[in-house]
Nanobody, 127 residues
């Protein structure tokens, strides 16, 4: 059974940092892209960052470029989201998603393209 489990969320002050982790299990090969999405109650889910199956390609939402870094460790079957210079508007539930994509060397931030999702972890940025 394919499963994704996020961890690392919490409360942080504006300007602070958090590192989210996503542990994947049940994937027999590494040919899947991994992404982070976030959602605030009452608003649509939005893609934040993604990384290709090899880790060689990454893509970010404009508002997090230069502040967030996505990475993955295929040996550990984990993906990470390092979040620096956090702002109040980054407050949301963050979800990890994964799936095999048609072009394995790329990734994208369309939620409809991912069939496997974690349960989410809350990130709150507040003083």
């Amino acid at each position: 059974q394919l499963q994704l489990v996020e961890s690392g969320g919490g409360l942080v002050q504006p300007g602070g940092s958090l590192k989210l982790s996503c542990a994947a299990s049940g994937f027999t090969r590494d040919n899947y892209a991994m992404s982070w999405f976030r959602q605030v109650p009452g608003r649509e889910r939005e893609g934040v960052a993604c990384v290709s199956s090899s880790g060689g390609y990454t893509y970010y939402k404009d508002s997090v470029k230069g502040r967030f870094t996505i990475s993955r460790d295929n040996a550990k079957k984990q993906a990470y989201l390092q979040m620096n210079s956090l702002k109040a508007e980054d407050t949301a539930v963050y979800y990890c998603a994964a799936d095999s994509l048609l072009i394995s060397s790329l990734c994208f931030l369309a939620g409809s393209g991912y069939n496997y999702w974690g349960q989410g972890t809350q990130v709150t940025v507040s003083s």
